[in-house]
């Protein structure tokens, strides 16, 4: 048997467009054993758990498992799954991407290792079909990160200790496939630039702390204005952030999830802030303020 935590994450962080994530002390936890002659057997619990997630084959955290096990040229027979969701589905958290990397690494524990850390990174990009929420959840902290056709390339740092993420999450789901729908096909050049010279910037500031002109570092124009008309009152839950002391306001992952950066001594006001402005659009979202995590995947108990 083998147990771990898996952390969500948020990615793109403003201008990191598919390349920016980082890692939040929010947890699902993965349990794997074998019983032999046993059917597959996966349970779902915990307040994210939802009647809709696959108990067969179909789910995305078997099919992990699954791939593991093939390329340890083993069968997975006998395999039981139990899951323990903290973290909402569909809600720009990285729901996928913890499905992907709980299944990967807590087969692997299970297996004895025989994929490296690497190997992890590589196959988990692959199901994935792009680095920036699965190498922080793999690897904890915050990331920049490439996929290339043999191997992840990323840089990992780590967040500022009184960096804290008000998150508002709501109660609608915005599929991945659905956000990325809006966005336009090519760029200028301009936007390229703009979006680009940010990145380094953004590393910079969520390291160390200091959030100064942050919401100018974390504007974007790759994704953002595109998307933000999908989500219910992104505008005043930003304008509402920031006059409460946030350093800056920016979509988590593909949304609908708003990200508030701020520090612990104004994440309450940003908090109450930010839930006031969303009750004039009719949205009673779930507020969390969490941490960065800085570990990533752990083996439990």
Do not use: W
């Not at 899951?83 to 690494?105: C, K, T």
Request: charged share 20%.
């Amino acid at each position: 048997m083998a147990k771990i935590r898996v952390p969500a994450t948020t990615a793109n962080l403003g201008p990191g467009f598919d390349c920016l994530g980082m890692a939040l002390s929010i947890y699902n936890h993965v349990t794997i054993s074998r019983e032999d002659g046993a059917p597959l057997r996966i349970s779902a619990t915990g307040p994210a758990a939802t009647p809709d997630i696959p108990v067969d084959e179909r789910n995305l955290v078997y099919k992990a498992v699954a791939r593991v096990f093939e390329l340890a040229g083993k069968q997975p027979k006998g395999i039981k799954l139990e899951l323990e969701l903290e973290s909402p589905l569909a809600r720009g958290l990285g729901s996928s991407a913890s499905a992907i990397v709980g299944g990967m690494f807590v087969a692997n524990e299970l297996l004895g290792r025989p994929l490296s850390m690497e190997q992890l990174a590589l196959e988990v990009t692959r199901m994935e079909g792009h680095p920036d929420n699965v190498i922080p959840c793999l690897v904890g902290g915050l990331t920049a990160s490439i996929g290339l056709e043999d191997r992840v390339l990323y840089e990992k740092v780590l967040p500022a200790t009184q960096l804290r993420c008000v998150l508002f999450i709501p109660n609608y789901e915005l599929e991945t496939a659905t956000a990325r729908g809006v966005m336009p096909k090519q760029i200028s050049m301009k936007d390229a630039v703009f979006n680009g010279c940010r990145i380094p910037f953004v590393l910079s500031r969520l390291s160390s702390g200091d959030l100064s002109d942050l919401d100018v570092i974390m504007d974007d124009r790759l994704h953002q204005p595109y998307r933000i008309p999908l989500i219910k009152g992104y505008k005043d839950v930003r304008d509402a952030a920031l006059d409460a002391g946030a350093g800056a306001v920016c979509i988590s992952g593909a949304g609908p999830t708003i990200l508030a950066v701020c520090t612990e001594q104004t994440a309450d006001a940003v908090a109450a802030a930010g839930s006031q402005a969303l009750s004039a659009h009719r949205v009673v979202p779930d507020i969390r303020i969490a941490t960065p995590d800085f570990n990533g995947c752990v083996v439990e108990g």
